[in-house]
């Protein structure tokens, strides 16, 4: 399903899969699914077509549409094909909420797909809805007592984007906060003492 536009040529997009959930075994009469979204970056392309790549037509659902995978031979039917495209150490992206454009998340693609899904198995006489999670708010304890002092020697490492305070004064600040542990400035990872090591 098309998501947003990534400039020029190509067109982000979520695939969504659907994968047999963990507590699904054969014979239950109740079958569960996982709905999985993954985001795709599209772009057109022009014939010749190699047959042996796989091409995509693009198919306008109400105000929506998305990309279908063509059939061999048929591309040279379709006004405008599309391939997947990807670039090497940079995966396609779709944010999950986008505020901007709220029909450009992932979430509420999938959220669309699921209920045009139940829609869709309901005219097939398949009775199927959505599983609902409920989360209670967990009671914090009224005393946490963490024996910080085992860890000894503490490694913090400076991974901000923007130093705009030393970092030795902010290991100067943990040192006077716990006096049982000793603080260390580490100018590479690699060098963190056996006991612990934060990152700042």
């Given at each position: 399903?098309?998501?947003?536009?990534?400039?020029?040529?190509?067109l982000?997009?979520?695939e969504?899969?659907?994968?047999?959930?963990?507590?699904k075994?054969e014979?239950?009469?109740?079958q569960?699914?996982?709905?999985?979204?993954?985001?795709r970056?599209?772009g057109?392309?022009?014939?010749?077509?190699?047959p042996?790549r796989?091409?995509?037509?693009?198919?306008?659902v109400?105000?929506k549409?998305?990309?279908?995978?063509?059939?061999?031979?048929?591309?040279e039917?379709?006004?405008?094909?599309?391939?997947?495209?990807?670039f090497?150490?940079?995966r396609?992206q779709?944010?999950?909420?986008?505020?901007?454009d709220p029909?450009?998340?992932?979430?509420?693609?999938?959220?669309?797909?699921i209920?045009?899904?139940?829609?869709?198995l309901k005219?097939?006489?398949?009775?199927?809805?959505?599983?609902?999670?409920t989360?209670?708010?967990?009671?914090?304890?009224?005393?946490v007592?963490?024996?910080?002092q085992?860890?000894?020697?503490?490694?913090?490492y400076?991974?901000?984007?923007?130093?705009?305070?030393?970092?030795?004064?902010?290991v100067?600040?943990?040192?006077?906060?716990s006096?049982?542990?000793?603080?260390v400035a580490?100018?590479?990872v690699r060098?963190?003492?056996?006991?612990?090591?934060?990152?700042?």
């Amino acid at each position: 399903m098309y998501a947003r536009s990534g400039g020029g040529d190509f067109l982000y997009c979520v695939e969504v899969e659907l994968k047999g959930a963990p507590t699904k075994t054969e014979g239950t009469p109740t079958q569960e699914f996982r709905i999985v979204p993954h985001a795709r970056r599209f772009g057109r392309v022009e014939p010749p077509y190699q047959p042996s790549r796989p091409l995509f037509g693009k198919r306008a659902v109400g105000n929506k549409f998305f990309f279908m995978h063509l059939k061999s031979g048929v591309a040279e039917q379709e006004p405008a094909v599309y391939d997947i495209v990807t670039f090497p150490g940079r995966r396609a992206q779709v944010k999950y909420h986008d505020p901007r454009d709220p029909d450009a998340g992932k979430g509420k693609i999938v959220l669309d797909f699921i209920q045009q899904f139940l829609v869709d198995l309901k005219e097939l006489g398949i009775t199927g809805h959505a599983k609902e999670r409920t989360f209670t708010r967990a009671s914090p304890p009224k005393h946490v007592d963490l024996p910080v002092q085992r860890l000894g020697l503490v490694g913090v490492y400076d991974n901000r984007l923007q130093r705009a305070h030393l970092l030795a004064d902010y290991v100067d600040l943990f040192n006077s906060m716990s006096p049982g542990v000793h603080f260390v400035a580490l100018d590479d990872v690699r060098n963190a003492p056996s006991g612990a090591y934060w990152y700042y």
